[in-house]
T-cell receptor
Framework: KNQVEQSPQSLIILEGKNCTLQ??????????LRWYKQDTGRGPVSLTI?????NTKSNGRYTATLDADTKQSSLHITASQLSDSASYIC????????FGKGTRLHILP | NAGVTQTPKFQVLKTGQSMTLQCAQD?????MYWYRQDPGMGLRLIYYSASEGTTDKGEVPNGYNVSRLNKREFSLRLESAAPSQTSVYFCASSELRGNTDTQYFGPGTRLTVL
């Protein structure tokens, strides 16, 4: 069973709209939870890192939240832009680094 | 700063051939990593190096060897390539700051084994 599950698998929204991506994990305890953005044909780029004691972290139009009680994290993207089209990967770290499969986001003009 | 660089960008091998994937970072990071990314799966750790002179196995080390040549460079070698090693390979580096470390990834090497 995957220890980091992301939903939805893919998402299509119109430019300018908001969206929220979900990450459920079973890894416990953990030291930090990360969200990465991966453009097609490129390596992942870090968006946010939250320790287990933090419940929100922002990076521009990206806001990540963490609920350690329910073992859920979400990434909220505000006022989406065409350049937000990418895969978004949730990563949970304890003594290992465990990657989710990602959510593929398509922004339509 | 170039960050993390990888060569080659693309490679096609025949089964049984060998090759070395090169990775270099110019951020003076101690830790370096090799991952593979396959369709429908998350990145999986092949090998990592916590510091110059040390290497450790990750989740999927079979069929690979690594060398931490110096602090900048970390190479991944396939001694006898197999079709199952067709994948995109990413190198990353990181440095611990406080109690977290941010990983910086290279652009990837797309390997096809026929």
């Amino acid at each position: 069973k995957n220890q980091v599950e992301q939903s939805p698998q893919s998402l299509i929204i119109l430019e300018g709209k908001n969206c929220t991506l979900q990450c459920n994990y079973t890894v416990s305890p953990f030291s930090n939870l990360r969200w990465y953005k991966q453009d097609t044909g490129r390596g992942p780029v870090s968006l946010t890192i939250m320790t287990f004691s933090e419940n929100t972290k922002s990076n521009g139009r990206y806001t990540a939240t963490l609920d350690a009680d329910t073992k859920q994290s979400s990434l909220h993207i505000t006022a989406s832009q065409l350049s937000d089209s990418a895969s978004y990967i949730c990563v949970v770290c304890d003594d290992k680094i465990i990657f989710g499969k990602g959510t593929r986001l398509h922004i339509l003009p | 700063n170039a960050g993390v660089t990888q060569t080659p960008k693309f490679q096609v091998l025949k089964t049984g051939q060998s090759m070395t994937l090169q990775c270099a970072q110019d951020m003076n990071h101690n830790s370096m990593y090799w991952y593979r990314q396959d369709p429908g799966m998350g990145l999986r750790l092949i090998y990592y190096s916590a510091s110059e002179g040390t290497t450790d196995k990750g989740e999927v080390p079979n069929g690979y060897n690594v060398s931490r040549l110096n602090k900048r460079e970390f190479s991944l070698r396939l001694e006898s390539a197999a079709p199952s090693q067709t994948s995109v390979y990413f190198c990353a580096s990181s440095e611990l700051r406080g109690n977290t470390d941010t990983q910086y990834f290279g652009p990837g090497t797309r390997l096809t084994v026929l």
